[in-house]
């Protein structure tokens, strides 16, 4: 009997244009192609594991989970146990890099992981395409963590048509995202009811209008290597996702007071010839994103912010890989 046991490790990843609302909710097919760069450093070690346990049992960095967060973790592996015919218990054990106060998101680098690491566990030879799609199922945003450096995750409209693959690999391009943590508590509405509650903003179509120019824009920003001009269409597709978020039922208000005051200071930085620019996920934390040059100054400038209580960098990483 061979054994069913592998350990991958996948890397957090930040959209640089955003998936924020879906046309299939259940197959987590988003409304809009989606860019993106793995975090280096920040990213999720996981251990499945079948047939060594008596129940299904999914620890998160020491602790049991139980409730809804182990039912989304169980069910996802259960469509792969049923694809492959196995009824064995699993023991899923996973690591964050990072602290999960920091607020960071750990779904996208959680789910990546666990694909891998389940297809593996058990003997499943799936093409990158394939595995980046199936970890799409776990959470929208974890297809992006799959292939290396660069990614598009092409919408698609069907499970299969849905998949991220690499634009350019990691050292294409040596830009760093420098993390602004302004507050560790945990969101109050997370991003799974935030992809439905979008459809309620007036601005919600309007910003599917325009995604298609800032996804032009941006590949054509790497192509050229035109960092003013990616970081131009950066933070513009990240407010318009933020004028969705503030306009949809409920009001969804991720930023607090010292977001807004960081994005206020680049205005001033950029004015001074700093380029640094912002983009900002499902919560309070800016991450800002500048070529390798520009860092040190960058980290000094946030430093400097009250209310900003740590820093944390990231360069363009690997995708998942077994360990
Ligand atoms: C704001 O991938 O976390 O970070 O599919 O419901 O798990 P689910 O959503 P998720 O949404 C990510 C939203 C975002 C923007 C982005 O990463 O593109």
Redesign the pocket.
Do not use: E, L, P, V
């Given at each position: 009997m061979s054994v069913k046991k592998a350990t991958a490790v996948a890397p957090a990843?930040?959209?640089f244009i955003?998936?924020?609302g879906?046309k299939d909710d259940k197959l987590?097919l988003p409304a809009n192609n989606?860019l993106?760069m793995n975090m280096s450093g920040i990213e999720t070690t996981t251990t499945v594991e079948f047939g060594e346990s008596e129940q299904d049992t999914v620890i998160i960095d020491g602790h049991l989970v139980k409730g809804q967060e182990q039912e989304r973790v169980i069910s996802f592996i259960d469509r792969v146990r049923q694809e492959v015919g196995v009824t064995e218990p699993v023991r899923v054990q996973s690591k964050n890099s990072f602290p999960r106060s920091a607020g960071l998101?750990s779904?996208?680098s959680g789910f990546a992981a666990l694909a891998l690491a389940t297809t593996a566990a058990l003997h499943q030879e799936l093409t990158e395409q394939e595995l980046s799609s199936l970890a799409?199922l776990?959470?929208?945003?974890?297809c992006?963590s799959i292939p290396d450096g660069f990614v598009e995750w092409v919408a698609g409209d069907s499970h299969e048509s849905s998949y991220a693959y690499s634009l350019y690999p990691p050292s294409y391009w040596d830009i760093v995202d420098v993390i602004a943590l302004t507050d560790y508590s945990p969101k109050d509405v997370?991003?799974?009811t935030?992809?439905v509650a979008a459809q309620e903003s007036p601005f919600y179509q309007v910003r599917l209008d325009h995604v298609e120019d800032h996804l032009k824009l941006a590949k054509r920003a790497f192509a050229a290597k035109d960092f003013p001009a990616l970081g131009e269409v950066i933070e513009k597709d990240s407010l318009s996702?933020h004028a969705v978020m503030m306009t949809s039922n409920p009001h969804l208000y991720y930023w607090n007071g010292v977001t807004l005051n960081i994005l206020k200071s680049l205005q001033q930085w950029r004015a001074d010839n700093l380029l640094a620019y912002a983009t900002i996920?499902?919560g309070p934390n800016v991450h800002v994103i500048c070529q390798q040059q520009d860092q040190d100054e960058v980290i000094r400038g946030l430093k400097n912010i009250d209310g900003v209580k740590d820093v944390m960098i990231a360069t363009p990483s690997l995708g998942a890989h077994l360990k």
């Open positions: 990843n930040i959209a955003k998936y924020w879906r987590r989606s993106s998101a779904s996208a799409r776990g959470s929208g945003s974890a992006r997370g991003s799974t935030g992809h996702m996920d499902a």
